[in-house]
């Protein structure tokens, strides 16, 4: 009897502890998503519903991966989701039933162009963006600068801003492939703030003092989250607030 009772005590404390604990949201994706959208709100978040997030910052093709498999609440990606389908596949990523996703947009991201500081070109059209970043101007005497190569710095884990920048800037034309490899967009910033000739594009995120933004015409990728089926009421909860008074957080 005194052993059941025990147990019996020993439930109801785990029970106590979990519900203490309160509800979490594993949520993955990459840079644009999660540094300029989740990270921002989710302090703010867990403080006005009680609900933990848990950010994994990966990329937007292998948190949907980590979606379908079943150990995400949600991932997130700054390109379209047919978009995002097709990028995964590129990565032999196969998703049985991409119907049985739903994406849900939060947000735009804009692409920005960055270059060194000292680098005195101010603007690019959109042909010159795509020939510098095809590798067919090699030179930036051709887009009125210095007479010095072209350094292209891409980042190597973030592919749903690469898919999105090679859409919509490049009209889906290769990327050169003499390129400088790059990590996260901090490590992006910090290979063109010591590169004179670099170049690079990123979310707004990535912009500081270190670099220059060109000017540019807009580039823009919405920003989704992505659930199986239907968002849950606690992932719900999450994109109303991000839509809502997490507007104040979220850098533009």
Request: glycine share 8%; with cysteine.
């Amino acid at each position: 009897m005194k052993r059941g009772i025990i147990c019996l005590a020993l439930v109801a404390s785990m029970a106590f502890v979990s519900t203490a604990m309160g509800e979490e949201i594993k949520a993955g994706g990459g840079g644009a998503p999660i540094d300029g959208y989740l990270k921002p709100v989710k302090e703010a978040f867990e403080k006005s519903t009680g609900i933990t997030l848990n950010l994994n910052f990966s990329s937007a093709t292998l948190a949907f991966k980590q979606l379908v498999a079943g150990e995400l609440d949600l991932s997130t990606a700054g390109l379209a989701y047919p978009d995002l389908v097709k990028t995964a596949k590129k990565e032999n990523i196969e998703v049985a039933d991409p119907s049985a996703y739903v994406a849900t947009e939060i947000g735009a991201s804009k692409i920005y162009t960055v270059t060194h500081k000292d680098n005195p070109v101010a603007a690019l059209t959109m042909d010159q963006m795509k020939g510098i970043f095809t590798g067919k101007i090699t030179n930036w005497k051709e887009v009125g600068g210095n007479d010095a190569p072209v350094l292209i710095v891409l980042s190597s884990i973030n592919p749903a801003t690469n898919a999105a920048f090679k859409k919509l800037a490049m009209g889906d034309a290769p990327f050169a492939t003499d390129v400088v490899d790059a990590g996260r967009f901090e490590d992006v910033r910090e290979k063109v703030a010591a590169n004179p000739e670099a170049i690079a594009f990123g979310p707004v995120t990535m912009l500081d003092a270190t670099i220059k933004t060109v000017k540019t015409p807009d580039v823009a990728r919405p920003v989704i989250v992505v659930t199986k089926g239907a968002p849950s009421a606690k992932v719900q909860k999450l994109i109303s607030f991000i839509k809502g008074e997490g507007q104040q957080y979220i850098k533009q």
